[in-house]
């Protein structure tokens, strides 16, 4: 009798483990997906890469060292998705998928073992690991694809899978960087438009913000109709500077992908006229289409992979009196067309006009407030004046010293919201 009573006492504390087990299990469920623990299985959405080379597993993806082109996650049944993005020197970095209430992230990591590649107008120092004990030599063994300078600045000129190699060589050592594939530059294409503030080109370019080389580029139809420029030059210097160059620079050192900046600004001009069918949006639309012709040549489409990003807006002086209510009727009229199938937008991001004109500053609050893909980019013009240095003498446009402040703040917001923590942004909104 005794033994019976202490086998029933076992299998009863089994049956409770068990019980206690599942149940850990179901909550471990729900903690994942977000899904009831009655559910009969949780719902993982299916996740595939835009790059067959590559695959998910264990929910990593590995890929080369150096800068190579991250495979881009694909998720239809997602709500959104957020890419994984590099800055320099970073060796991981997270995608992010969001079904409803439940996120997924996806772990990529970079492995020296699958090689070493870098991009199209990538430029990279090899500097060897020997101690040096003479001048050291630098070769290329393909100078058609990668070209480097006497203190071993390597430039990749074109894009090949054969790779390349680098050759240091002081008489005493010789070390080799293995560049195993050169490839396309993915470039995260922006467009800058608005009234003056946008459009000028009247500041000093020698106290323009210093961007990387290889790193930023324009299109003007006021510069060059037709023609993609470098903001930098080969040695490094300036070319322009306006926002572009801060700007350009904060959002490639944030996410590590090169941009384009499309400048459609026109000076002076109210928000009517960047109305579909006016003279204004037909110009904005003039130069985007000239744009889309320049990425679709050959020699772009082997060189480089546009990803459409976003607009910045800058204006709102010229509307001093204009009730907040129709400048905002009018404003998302044009977002919806630049959102749309001429243009391709994702998001707006406002740089809010000066509180002093407070009509236009009060629309600008409440859309961003309101919509989920309008953001305010950047309040510090409201603090700009001509005493700290940020303002011309004029009282109205900003010198080259508030650009470099406002494009990289405009910058740093943008981050914030391809990164995927845009709602918390957008929250901090709606609380003012």
Not at 51 to 67: E, N, T
Not at 130 to 148: H, L, P, R
Not at 179 to 191: A, F, L, N, Q
Not at 199 to 218: D, L, M, P, R, W
Request: with cysteine.
């Amino acid at each position: 009798m005794n033994m019976k009573k202490k086998n029933l006492s076992k299998i009863t504390a089994i049956l409770i483990f068990i019980l206690i087990a599942i149940t850990a299990a179901f909550c471990a469920v729900y903690l994942f997906s977000g899904k009831k623990a009655d559910a009969e299985e949780p719902f993982v959405p299916e996740m595939t890469l835009d790059d067959q080379s590559y695959a998910i597993k264990d929910g990593c993806v590995l890929i080369p060292a150096g800068r190579p082109r991250v495979p881009q996650l694909v998720c239809d049944d997602a709500d959104a998705v957020y890419q994984a993005f590099f800055a320099d020197g970073e060796t991981e970095a997270f995608a992010k998928i969001v079904c409803g209430e439940d996120i997924y992230e996806i772990k990529f990591l970079k492995d020296p073992a699958l090689g070493f590649e870098l991009q199209y107008d990538d430029y990279y120092y090899f500097v060897p690991s020997f101690e040096v004990q003479g001048e050291v030599t630098y070769t290329s063994s393909d100078a058609s694809i990668a070209q480097v300078s006497d203190d071993g600045e390597v430039h990749i000129i074109n894009v090949s899978d054969k790779g390349v190699v680098i050759t240091a060589d002081d008489g005493h050592n010789i070390e080799e960087l293995v560049i195993t594939r050169t490839v396309k530059t993915p470039i995260s294409v922006y467009m800058l438009t608005g009234q003056s503030n946008a459009s000028y080109y009247y500041v000093s370019v020698e106290e323009a913000t210093v961007i990387k080389k290889g790193t930023g580029y324009i299109y003007n139809a006021a510069i060059s109709e037709y023609t993609i420029e470098c903001l930098t030059d080969d040695k490094g210097n300036m070319r322009y500077g306006n926002i572009e160059a801060s700007l350009a620079k904060r959002l490639y050192d944030e996410l590590g992908e090169k941009v384009l900046i499309i400048n459609t600004g026109i000076s002076s001009m109210k928000i009517a006229g960047f109305l579909p069918g006016s003279d204004g949006y037909d110009t904005v639309l003039s130069s985007w289409n000239v744009m889309n012709s320049i990425m679709r040549t050959d020699w772009f489409a082997e060189r480089f992979e546009p990803r459409v990003r976003s607009y910045i807006w800058i204006q709102g002086e010229s509307d001093e009196w204009l009730p907040p209510e129709e400048y905002m009727e009018s404003f998302l009229t044009i977002h919806s067309a630049l959102c749309g199938t001429d243009f391709g937008f994702e998001y707006a991001f406002i740089s809010n006009v000066a509180s002093r004109f407070f009509r236009p500053n009060d629309a600008q609050e409440r859309l961003a407030q309101a919509y989920e893909d309008i953001y305010m980019a950047s309040r510090l013009a409201g603090t700009f004046t001509t005493q700290d240095g940020t303002l011309r003498e004029d009282n109205l446009h900003y010198t080259q010293k508030g650009d470099n402040i406002l494009g990289d703040d405009i910058g740093e917001t943008i981050a914030v919201v391809y990164k995927g923590n845009g709602g918390t942004l957008l929250e901090g909104e709606k609380d003012r």
